[in-house]
């Protein structure tokens, strides 16, 4: 009944507020919180799931606050309206916090589009005209504000780091456009290949790696890895096709046409300004509204799916539900009668089959991935100081057939790899690992996800870590490389690694080509050309190689200018070794390392007054260093 209903909502808005909480606590700095960035993201791990978390109970927080109140000319002053009102305020300060675009922008036109039901619907002119008044000032704010912002993106003032988050955020709105329309070309294009029944659930990486666009390397690697196309409804053309799209939407439209035709039944039924009835299936409707808009931003996240099923419970209660003569909610329906009786299963037996399920389902799907995850993170730790026992325990951890274990075979294979340039490693030990990572990758790629590039690019990396001690190794990684440009025929860093494999088999010319063809893909992209001049470089061509290094600055940033620096220096080029350190230190002032060699090279050129001034500039940063270095230098003439 309406009285149940209530209580489940203030329970959930408690839980928002605690969520919020947390969230608002990570800006404290304390351990125990999670750590968080600038825009909150509490227990959610994204700020935009915390953001439609926060933005589904402002209206939950709405409706419950109408339907406690007959009329907005008769609002009680109790405690709930109080807790209401608190937890509606408190949740748009999160969204706001959380700083996601799309839910903010949603937010506000779903409160503009509330404003405007409102002045249609209120009969007293004072009303009316209070509403219309505060509404086009809402409207003139919000649409100037905006545009006022676009105009003042690169203005110190917003860019002091003093202005309020959501304010950048919202004068950045077509910022990172290619970042989001890219993975929606990606999309189309899956699409267009599977039009009917698409590509199946959870495999838009597969479309995305096969139509992979090269400029996405400018992003950065992090970046170049995509499981969704940051859009519900594209996610759904592509992995669902159309039959799956057209019940998504004929879904929210059922919806939509429940709630309005019942808020066409109590307006008729009902003669009133403000009653509880009306205001409430209003704000339901925007309620949906808006999520379904902020969806094609972004994509369904567990935390506000949860808030989203909540709803619509809700929305079959009200829709459902008839008015009595006092405005009470009384749900009336009643089981369609039947001539066809339906012999009822023995309650006792159905529920000790019940108990028995759940009791293996919990076993099997929590507690032991649970108990094998545990093992993984002990395999962690211990691997740091042991690897060889640190492999023992990822043995076990692996032994049973858990959904956990792709994600430690991938910690697995970065615990080994992170091992090849650690002091004093038995070779015998690290070879076990490489061998123990590969044999579990080979489990992600030829049985459990074939067609997954990252897998692969993975499992050629790692035979590559071993190639020194097998030709078996070499000729694994040439495989598996082969295997990864099969599937996705333009990513960059298959062949950065393909050509490094050339090199190492003495094939240096086919190596050259590789590296130039990562460069045709998107001349672009600076990483390809410092990957091609590390390749002229490693083939014997300095000239080329360095003119690639300088063009690409790949990183601009001191340790890219730095390593430039050492290659100069190694062709004995002391003074433009000594430029190029000059430029990482406008990035680093303090760089220690680029300190040191700008140093190190005056004193190859016999410049005696250019390194002690270095020496002077190096002892006001780090006084130790500068005169370790300085007893270097004069036993090392």
Same mark, same amino acid.
């Given at each position: 009944?309406?009285?149940?209903?209530?209580?489940?909502?203030?329970?959930?808005?408690? @839980?928002?507020?605690?969520?919020?909480?947390?969230?608002l606590?990570?800006?404290?700095?304390?351990?125990?919180?999670?750590k968080?960035?600038?825009?909150?993201?509490?227990?959610?791990g &994204?700020?935009?799931?915390?953001?439609?978390?926060?933005?589904?109970? +402002?209206?939950?927080?709405?409706?419950?606050?109408?339907? &406690?109140?007959?009329?907005?000319?008769?609002?009680?002053?109790?405690w709930?309206?109080?807790?209401?009102?608190?937890?509606?305020?408190?949740? *748009?300060?999160?969204?706001?916090?959380?700083a996601?675009?799309?839910?903010?922008?949603?937010?506000?036109?779903?409160?503009?589009?509330?404003?405007?039901?409102?002045?249609?619907?209120?009969?007293?002119?004072?009303?009316?005209?209070?509403? %219309?008044?505060?509404?086009?000032?809402?409207?003139?704010l919000?649409?100037?504000?905006?545009?006022?912002?676009?105009?003042?993106?690169?203005?110190?003032?917003?860019?002091s780091?003093e202005?309020?988050?959501?304010?950048?955020?919202?004068?950045?709105?077509? /910022?990172?456009?290619?970042?989001?329309?890219?993975?929606?070309e990606?999309?189309?294009?899956?699409?267009?290949?599977?039009?009917?029944?698409?590509w199946?659930?959870? &495999?838009?990486?597969?479309?995305?790696?096969?139509?992979?666009?090269?400029?996405?390397?400018?992003?950065?690697?992090?970046?170049?890895?995509?499981?969704?196309s940051?859009?519900?409804?594209?996610?759904?053309?592509?992995?669902?096709?159309?039959?799956?799209? !057209?019940?998504?939407l004929?879904?929210?439209?059922?919806?939509?046409?429940?709630?309005?035709?019942k808020?066409r039944?109590?307006?008729?039924?009902i003669?009133?300004?403000f009653?509880?009835? /009306?205001?409430?299936?209003?704000?339901?409707?925007?309620?949906?509204l808006a999520?379904?808009?902020?969806? #094609?931003?972004?994509?369904?996240?567990?935390?506000?799916?949860?808030?989203?099923?909540?709803s619509?419970? !809700?929305?079959?209660?009200?829709?459902a539900?008839?008015?009595? =003569?006092?405005?009470?909610?009384?749900?009336? !329906?009643?089981?369609? =009668? /039947?001539?066809?009786?339906?012999k009822?299963?023995?309650?006792?037996?159905?529920?000790?089959?019940?108990?028995?399920?759940?009791?293996?389902?919990?076993?099997?799907?929590n507690?032991?991935?649970?108990?094998?995850?545990?093992?993984a993170?002990?395999?962690?730790? %211990?691997?740091?100081?042991n690897?060889?026992?640190?492999?023992?325990?990822?043995?076990?951890?692996? /032994?049973?057939?858990?959904?956990t274990?792709?994600?430690?075979r991938?910690?697995?294979?970065?615990?080994v790899?992170?091992?090849?340039?650690? *002091?004093g490693?038995?070779?015998?030990?690290?070879?076990?690992? #490489?061998?123990?990572?590969?044999?579990?990758?080979?489990?992600?790629? +030829?049985?459990?996800?074939?067609?997954?590039?990252?897998?692969?690019?993975?499992?050629?990396?790692?035979?590559?870590?071993?190639?020194?001690? *097998?030709?078996?190794?070499?000729?694994g990684?040439?495989?598996?490389?082969?295997?990864?440009?099969i599937?996705?025929?333009?990513?960059?860093?298959?062949?950065?690694?393909?050509?490094?494999?050339?090199?190492?088999q003495?094939?240096k010319?086919?190596?050259?080509?590789?590296?130039?063809?990562?460069?045709?893909l998107?001349?672009?992209?600076?990483? =390809?050309?410092? &990957?091609?001049?590390?390749?002229?470089l490693?083939?014997?061509?300095?000239?080329e190689?360095?003119?690639?290094?300088?063009?690409?600055?790949?990183?601009?940033?001191? @340790?890219?200018?730095?390593?430039?620096?050492? %290659?100069?220096?190694? =062709?004995?080029?002391?003074?433009?070794?000594?430029?190029?350190?000059?430029?990482?230190?406008?990035?680093?002032?303090?760089n220690?390392?680029?300190?040191?060699?700008?140093?190190?090279?005056?004193?190859?050129?016999?410049?005696?007054?250019?390194?002690a001034?270095?020496?002077?500039?190096?002892? *006001?940063?780090?006084?130790?260093?500068?005169?370790?270095?300085?007893?270097?230098?004069? +036993?090392?003439?």
């Open positions: 009944n309406g009285q149940d209903w209530k209580k489940l909502i203030y329970s959930t808005l408690v @839980s928002s507020f605690l969520v919020g909480l947390y969230g606590g990570q800006k404290t700095g304390l351990n125990f919180f999670l968080g960035d600038i825009r909150l993201s509490a227990t959610l &994204n700020p935009i799931f915390l953001g439609t978390y926060a933005m589904l109970h +402002t209206f939950l927080a709405g409706f419950l606050f109408f339907r &406690n109140n007959k009329s907005l000319q008769k609002i009680k002053i109790n709930q309206n109080i807790f209401i009102i608190f937890c509606l305020l408190f949740n *748009s300060i999160i969204v706001l916090l959380a996601s675009r799309s839910v903010t922008i949603f937010l506000f036109i779903s409160l503009f589009l509330f404003l405007f039901y409102v002045i249609l619907s209120s009969k007293p002119r004072k009303i009316k005209l209070f509403f %219309v008044i505060f509404f086009s000032f809402l409207v003139v919000f649409v100037g504000g905006i545009l006022f912002l676009q105009t003042q993106k690169d203005a110190p003032w917003l860019n780091g202005s309020p988050i959501f304010i950048i955020r919202l004068s950045r709105l077509m /910022s990172d456009s290619e970042q989001r329309i890219i993975p929606w990606i999309a189309w294009q899956g699409f267009k290949e599977k039009p009917v029944l698409g199946g659930w959870e &495999n838009y990486n597969l479309i995305f790696n096969k139509y992979y666009q090269p400029q996405i390397l400018h992003w950065g690697e992090g970046e170049t890895w995509f499981d969704r940051h859009n519900q409804l594209i996610d759904l053309l592509s992995l669902a096709g159309v039959f799956g799209t !057209l019940a998504y004929l879904f929210y439209g059922s919806i939509f046409v429940l709630l309005i035709r808020l039944k109590v307006k008729n039924k003669d009133y300004s009653a509880r009835d /009306s205001i409430p299936l209003a704000i339901l409707v925007l309620m949906f999520y379904f808009l902020q969806n #094609l931003t972004v994509f369904d996240t567990p935390a506000p799916l949860i808030v989203f099923y909540f619509l419970a !809700l929305v079959y209660f009200v829709t539900e008839d008015a009595d =003569s006092d405005g009470q909610q009384l749900n009336k !329906l009643q089981a369609p =009668s /039947s001539k066809f009786q339906v009822q299963f023995p309650p006792p037996i159905l529920i000790f089959l019940v108990i028995i399920f759940l009791l293996i389902s919990v076993y099997k799907f507690l032991e991935p649970f108990q094998q995850s545990r093992l993170v002990k395999a962690l730790t %211990v691997s740091t100081i690897l060889g026992e640190g492999l023992t325990i990822f043995k076990e951890s692996l /032994s049973k057939p858990v959904f274990n792709s994600e430690v991938l910690q697995l294979a970065k615990t790899g992170e091992q090849q340039n650690k *002091s490693i038995d070779n015998r030990v690290f070879q076990e690992g #490489l061998d123990l990572a590969i044999f579990e990758m080979k489990k992600n790629t +030829t049985d459990e996800h074939p067609l997954d590039v990252r897998y692969w690019l993975y499992l050629g990396q790692f035979y590559s870590l071993g190639m020194r001690f *097998s030709d078996e190794y070499t000729k990684a040439d495989e598996a490389f082969q295997r990864a440009l599937l996705s025929p333009t990513r960059q860093q298959i062949y950065f690694e393909l050509a490094k494999l050339r090199i190492f003495g094939r010319e086919d190596a050259l080509d590789i590296a130039k063809q990562a460069v045709a998107d001349p672009t992209v600076a990483q =390809s050309r410092h &990957n091609l001049g590390l390749i002229y490693a083939i014997g061509k300095t000239t190689g360095l003119s690639e290094l300088e063009a690409s600055y790949y990183g601009k940033d001191a @340790s890219s200018l730095i390593y430039i620096a050492k %290659v100069l220096a190694a =062709s004995q080029d002391y003074q433009k070794a000594i430029s190029f350190c000059g430029q990482a230190l406008g990035y680093d002032s303090k220690l390392e680029a300190l040191g060699l700008r140093i190190i090279y005056y004193y190859k050129l016999g410049d005696k007054e250019n390194t001034k270095s020496l002077n500039e190096l002892k *006001s940063v780090n006084p130790a260093d500068a005169n370790s270095l300085q007893e270097f230098l004069k +036993t090392n003439p």
